[in-house]
T-cell receptor
Framework: GENVEQHPSTLSVQEGDSAVIKCTYSDSASNYFPWYKQELGKRPQLIIDIRSNVGEKKDQRIAVTLNKTAKHFSLHITETQPEDSAVYFCAASLPSGSARQLTFGSGTQLTVLP | EAQVTQNPRYLITVTGKKLTVTCSQNMNHEYMSWYRQDPGLGLRQIYYSMNVEVTDKGDVPEGYKVSRKEKRNFPLILESPSPNQTSLYFC??????????????FGAGTRLSVL
C-alpha cells in the first residue's frame, strides 16, 4: 500500500519568512496530492491540491510542487502570517476507483512567530 | 449547507461499554471514511466504505466496526472500548467513483476518552 512520509514534524518561522514542508510517497500509481490545514481544535480543510500531470500549482501565497520521478511533493508558503500557524497534512491518493484512497502524512506543526 | 455531521463531539466512557459515533453527510457522496488522530501519528484510517454495503479495513481497524446501510450514514462502533482507543476521531466523505480529485470533507471531530 501507499506510504507517505512528511518532514519536518515541527517548523517555526518568523512572520514574513517562507515555510517549506516536504512529503514523499511510495506508490508511483498515486496521482492526486492534496494538502490539508488543521487549525487548533478544528477539522482538517483542503488548502491546495495538485494532480500528477502538473508540476506546480500556485494560489496566492501558497504553492505546491510535484516531482513524479523522485516521488516527492512540497508545500511552499510565502510571506507567512500568524494565521498560517496550524498543522499541515500532505496526502497521496491512488486513482479513482482504487480500493484505498487518501493516505496522509504524519503532519507538520507550523508556528509563525510575530 | 453541504456538511459532514458527527455526534457526539465529546464522549467520556469506561472500558468495555459499547458505544457508537454517528456520521452523516448530505452531499450524496459515495465514499466515506473514519480516521483517528493521535499526536505525532497524523490521520490514520480505521475503515472506509466505497458505497452502500461495501466496507473495508484501513490501517488501524482493530477494535472497531462500521456499517453502511444507507449512503448518507456511516457509524463507527466500538464494541468493547479500551483506553488505547482514547483519541480524536474524524469522519470524512468524498465523491468517490470516477472523479479526478478525491477531496475529503471532514466532520468536526469526536474527542473520545476511555477510562
Amino acid at each position: 500500500g501507499e506510504n507517505v512520509e512528511q518532514h519536518p514534524s515541527t517548523l517555526s518561522v518568523q512572520e514574513g519568512d517562507s515555510a517549506v514542508i516536504k512529503c514523499t510517497y511510495s506508490d508511483s500509481a498515486s496521482n492526486y496530492f492534496p494538502w490539508y490545514k488543521q487549525e487548533l481544535g478544528k477539522r482538517p480543510q483542503l488548502i491546495i491540491d495538485i494532480r500528477s500531470n502538473v508540476g506546480e500549482k500556485k494560489d496566492q501565497r501558497i504553492a505546491v510542487t510535484l516531482n513524479k520521478t523522485a516521488k516527492h511533493f512540497s508545500l511552499h508558503i510565502t510571506e507567512t502570517q500568524p494565521e498560517d500557524s496550524a498543522v499541515y497534512f500532505c496526502a497521496a491518493s491512488l486513482p479513482s476507483g482504487s480500493a484505498r484512497q487518501l493516505t496522509f502524512g504524519s503532519g507538520t506543526q507550523l508556528t509563525v512567530l510575530p | 449547507e453541504a456538511q459532514v455531521t458527527q455526534n457526539p463531539r465529546y464522549l467520556i466512557t469506561v472500558t468495555g461499554k459499547k458505544l457508537t459515533v454517528t456520521c452523516s453527510q448530505n452531499m450524496n457522496h459515495e465514499y466515506m471514511s473514519w480516521y483517528r488522530q493521535d499526536p505525532g501519528l497524523g490521520l490514520r484510517q480505521i475503515y472506509y466504505s466505497m458505497n452502500v454495503e461495501v466496507t473495508d479495513k484501513g490501517d488501524v481497524p482493530e477494535g472497531y466496526k462500521v456499517s453502511r446501510k444507507e449512503k448518507r450514514n456511516f457509524p463507527l462502533i466500538l464494541e468493547s472500548p479500551s483506553p488505547n482507543q482514547t483519541s480524536l476521531y474524524f469522519c470524512a466523505s468524498s465523491l468517490g467513483g470516477l472523479v479526478a480529485k478525491n477531496i475529503q470533507y471532514f466532520g468536526a471531530g469526536t474527542r473520545l476518552s476511555v477510562l
